[in-house]
């Protein structure tokens, strides 16, 4: 899920939220964690921190403690199997040899 639905599942309203950039770079990212401000959902230390775009609010951190994000683990917007056979295709074209292992099929690519 991404930090908007995270938010959502939550039950963290946006507009409780801290104002953040619209696209911060990984150093304005890593500052804001070091710093480890309150889990928007429950208070605890945060451990990771992202940001959410909300139409009515604006750009937003949500910062969330380790079982928070635990409990909103992020996904891929394609499944498995397609970002698989895309991540196959780049590698062919960057002539890279590429090795995965799946539940389903073991390693490939040896």
């Given amino acids: 899920m991404n930090s908007k639905e995270a938010a959502r599942k939550l039950s963290v309203d946006p507009a409780s939220l801290s104002l953040a950039p619209p696209a911060p770079r990984f150093a304005e990212t890593w500052k804001r964690m070091e710093q480890e401000p309150p889990c928007s959902a429950c208070g605890q230390p945060s451990r990771t921190s992202g940001v959410i775009h909300d139409p009515d609010h604006g750009d937003r951190w949500l910062d969330r403690c380790r079982q928070c994000f635990l409990e909103t683990p992020p996904t891929l917007p394609v499944t498995p199997e397609r970002?698989?056979?895309?991540?196959?295709?780049?590698?062919?074209?960057?002539?890279?040899?590429?090795?995965?292992?799946?539940?389903?099929?073991?390693?490939?690519?040896?």
Avoid at 92 to 102: I, K, P
């Fill in 83 to 110: 970002f698989l056979e895309e991540l196959r295709d780049v590698a062919a074209d960057a002539q890279l040899r590429l090795r995965t292992y799946t539940d389903a099929g073991g390693w490939e690519g040896e």
